[in-house]
């Protein structure tokens, strides 16, 4: 692992390295480990790569372990991109380093293991989760980096339109109501989930939210934890109930709570105008209100009666601004996408760079295109979020009650006025937000 001189520099060699907090049990023991983990040169090698993924902006790095090496990929923008592997006594040395950070044991390399592990680069801290697995293979570790501050401050920050802003904060910050937030999994439903915390009005009414201890949600400001389970000694019911007491305006359930303790809630929503605010991963918002309904079928009813919306997300590739190029579409273009003439002039896509053959002066000489300097070629840069917000009329009220039916319900809603998120996607297309090859890769995935 001895860097020679005549050698070219690693990638974690080439930025600034990560700073490392280890989640002991106190300041010492965390200093003890930190002194300890720094004998080994995986400890450097970790605090470099790591530097290097967040400044590719990756969201996760995938090691895969054989006998041979260890492979290395990012996940970028919601796109796994592979990048140079290490030998295996350098990804060795790095994988014993973090897991020795993250209090696991880094001598088993069979068993399923689960740790985490503060990092800070400059001023932005994460937490990195780290699950690692024995394959036939070998091993694979996933390494998940946190950001600790949510990136985005507003709905529009996230891709929301303007008039579906205005229409989900009126349901938002309304009272008596039950509102459900989705998206599908590994897309961004946490950040969704926080940004529409954020946008609620959580100074003028008392927020309460129910989280069980072992999976407490980051904090947002004027919004209450009330934790349960693990060694609190009470149930979610029995935390909801001594809540009660505070009188709160809104409960808040990250996640499903048990039937009882929805029940409890939900007979709280006529008599003093209570609101509950909830979500669950889910393709679409339709089946998102499916999902909920399947989770409480005793509570039919009253979720049917007051959910009043239902915001539903999914997260595409955003068009670089830098080098995204325009066409003007063709009629049949625009009739497929349901988009009337004249009405956009001009859509975009990505640059794509034509054949190195082709890529010559004026004198035919030999001239490569440099690939774009802030999206690095890729074509895209960060991703935004289509929104699709579900406000069932009486017809939908009284189908969900009856049926589970995907398509049967998503014509009752679309005849009430529901635009879909594919509806909304075409208009993300017309505002140059993204490129109709990402929809259809987006979309593949159902």
């Not at 990804?91 to 985490?116: H, V």
């Not at 935390?239 to 808040?252: A, Q």
């Not at 690939?371 to 406000?391: N, Q």
């Not at 039916?405 to 075409?426: C, D, M, S």
Request: glycine letters at 8%; charged letters at 20%; hydrophobic letters at 40%.
């Amino acid at each position: 692992m001895a860097k020679q001189a005549d050698e070219p520099q690693q990638l974690w060699q080439t930025v600034a390295p990560v700073e490392f907090s280890p989640k002991a049990s106190d300041s010492s023991q965390s200093q003890a480990l930190l002194v300890s983990a720094r004998q080994g040169a995986g400890y450097f090698i970790a605090a470099g790569q790591l530097g290097h993924a967040l400044q590719f902006r990756a969201t996760q790095v995938l090691m895969d372990f054989t006998a041979a090496g260890c492979s290395i990929r990012y996940m970028v923008d919601g796109q796994w991109e592979q990048i140079p592997p290490y030998d295996r006594e350098t990804g060795d040395a790095m994988l014993y380093a973090l897991k020795m950070l993250c209090l696991l044991n880094p001598a088993d390399r069979r068993s399923a293991q689960t740790g985490k592990l503060g990092v800070k680069l400059g001023k932005e801290k994460y937490d990195l989760i780290l699950q690692s697995q024995g394959v036939p293979t070998g091993e694979r570790a996933l390494l998940r980096l946190d950001p600790l501050k949510v990136p985005f401050e507003k709905l529009e920050d996230i891709g929301m339109r303007e008039k579906m802003v205005a229409s989900f904060k009126q349901q938002l910050n309304d009272e008596g109501k039950v509102i459900l937030i989705t998206a599908p999994k590994s897309e961004g439903l946490t950040t969704t989930w926080n940004v529409c915390m954020n946008a609620a009005d959580r100074l003028m009414r008392d927020f309460q939210s129910f989280e069980d201890q072992a999976n407490p949600e980051p904090e947002i400001i004027n919004i209450n934890p009330n934790l349960f389970g693990g060694d609190t000694g009470i149930d979610a019911r029995e935390s909801l109930r001594k809540s009660i007491l505070k009188e709160p305006d809104v409960f808040v359930f990250p996640e499903p709570v048990p039937a009882d303790a929805m029940d409890l809630a939900l007979s709280m929503l006529d008599k003093d105008d209570k609101m509950v605010v909830t979500r669950t991963a889910a393709s679409s918002a339709i089946e998102g209100l499916v999902r909920l309904i399947a989770t409480y079928p005793e509570q039919r009813q009253e979720i049917a009666q007051n959910i009043s919306c239902v915001l539903g997300q999914r997260l595409v590739r955003r068009l670089c601004d830098n080098c995204k190029m325009g066409f003007q579409p063709t009629p049949q273009l625009l009739h497929q996408l349901g988009i009337p003439q004249g009405r956009v002039a001009m859509l975009y896509q990505p640059f794509v760079p034509p054949p190195i053959e082709q890529q010559v002066d004026e004198n035919g000489r030999p001239a490569p295109i440099a690939p774009c300097h802030i999206c690095h070629g890729r074509g895209y840069l960060g991703r935004v979020g289509i929104f699709e917000l579900l406000l069932p009329g009486p017809q939908l009220r009284d189908a969900i009650t009856k049926t589970q039916n995907l398509a049967q319900l998503a014509a009752i809603a679309k005849a009430e006025g529901f635009h879909n998120v594919q509806t909304e996607a075409v208009l993300a297309v017309a505002r140059g937000l993204t490129g109709l090859d990402e929809l259809k890769r987006a979309f593949a995935k159902g």
